[in-house]
């Protein structure tokens, strides 16, 4: 079971990206996936998941709501995290995870990060 995350880069403020998670050793659509990030010197920050349940529910952190999306792609086994509109704020190394249950653990208004199975982070720098 592993997960690779891919996508990152430079890019100005105001700019875009799309990080991908891929899965290899399970199907990632019968999961809830989640985007996580961290910056230097700061904690872990869960910005993003998807459930596998009913419609797909999503879930966005207030500090991404509006300019970030998160799909999936089940034909190529990936979840993306479309980023736009990009702030300085954003950088980050940023990693998909999942603990391979169906709905994505929201607990007291905030994404919670007790996964087992991360990817191993990719970088993205905002910055002019």
């Known amino acids: 079971v592993q997960l690779q995350a891919s996508g990152g880069g430079l890019v100005r403020p105001g700019g875009s990206l799309r990080l991908s998670c891929a899965a290899s050793g399970f199907r990632l659509d019968h999961y809830a996936v989640g985007w996580f990030r961290q910056a230097p010197g700061k904690g872990r920050e869960g910005i993003s998941c998807?459930?596998?349940?009913?419609?797909?529910?999503?879930y966005y952190a207030d500090s991404v709501t509006g300019r970030f999306t998160i799909s999936r792609d089940n034909a190529k086994n990936t979840v993306y995290l479309q980023m736009t509109n990009l702030k300085t704020d954003d950088t980050a190394v940023y990693f998909c995870?999942?603990?391979?249950?169906?709905?994505?653990?929201?607990?007291?208004?905030?994404?919670?990060?007790?996964?087992?199975?991360w990817g191993q982070g990719t970088q993205v720098t905002v910055s002019s």
């Open positions: 995870a999942t603990d391979r249950a169906t709905l994505c653990a929201v607990v007291g208004g905030s994404l919670s990060d007790g996964m087992r199975y």
């Open positions: 998807v459930s596998s349940f009913g419609g797909g529910e999503t």
